[in-house]
């Protein structure tokens, strides 16, 4: 019913950039904000940015702006652009519908394996 399978990801050097994917199957992507999130090794996941289905985003502070998230909605696809990437990045990294509760994402369906993106030289 409701699949979100990202892509993307690999090894990338220190201050590179990668794009990822988040394509969606069903007929919801257009009605329903997206957000996407990452988990590094030991930490807890944590939200990276998110894009309402009208086009507002919203980033984590600690990403300095470094991130872009985008949708095509003529796709059924979400994107983030990671650019001056640093090995802290290193992170599954993950897509999902989200409802705004009190300005606050909250993920709304099942984790999906997500895509690896390892920063290092």
């Known amino acids: 019913q409701v699949q979100l399978v990202e892509s993307g990801g690999g090894l990338v050097q220190p201050g590179g950039s990668l794009r990822l994917s988040c394509a969606a199957s069903?007929?919801?992507?257009?009605?329903?904000?997206m957000g996407w999130y990452r988990q590094a090794p030991g930490k807890e996941r944590e939200l990276v940015a998110t894009?309402?289905?009208?086009?507002?985003?919203n980033y984590a502070d600690s990403l300095k702006g470094r991130f872009t998230i985008s949708r095509d909605n003529a796709k059924n696809t979400a994107y983030l652009q990671m650019n001056s990437l640093k090995p802290e990045d290193t992170a599954v990294y993950y897509c999902?519908?989200?409802?705004?509760?009190?300005?606050?994402?909250?993920?709304?369906?099942?984790w999906g394996q997500g895509t690896l993106v390892t920063v290092s030289s």
């Open positions: 069903g007929s919801i992507f257009s009605s329903r904000h």
């Open positions: 894009i309402t289905r009208a086009g507002t985003t």
């Open positions: 999902n519908y989200v409802m705004m509760a009190r300005g606050t994402p909250v993920p709304l369906y099942a």
